[in-house]
């Protein structure tokens, strides 16, 4: 796995969740499909496989281009700028 730049200029260590799930979808009445996190603040959103996209919206608001999954027994990160797994 090849690191993108902006892995780089992530906090180490990375920052611990702002949530246990997706706060925009729980103020919604919503049900995440999937959790992501985000590397640079810790933000918690939902994946784009869910209604809401809130993992992506927050990356479109903010420009924090690096996130992780936050499902259990998972470690890939993805980068949004550079479009693949990082």
Request: proline content about 8%; some cysteine; aromatic content about 6%.
């Amino acid at each position: 796995m090849i690191e993108c730049s902006h892995v780089a200029g992530l906090p180490r260590p990375e920052p611990g969740p702002l949530s246990a799930g997706c706060p925009e979808c729980e103020a919604r009445g919503s049900h995440p499909v999937q959790l992501r996190l985000c590397l640079e603040c810790g933000h918690v959103g939902c994946c784009d496989s869910s209604a809401y996209r809130h993992a992506t919206a927050h990356f479109e608001e903010t420009g924090h281009a690096v996130m992780r999954t936050f499902e259990p027994g998972q470690s890939w990160r993805w980068c949004y700028v550079d479009k693949g797994i990082v």
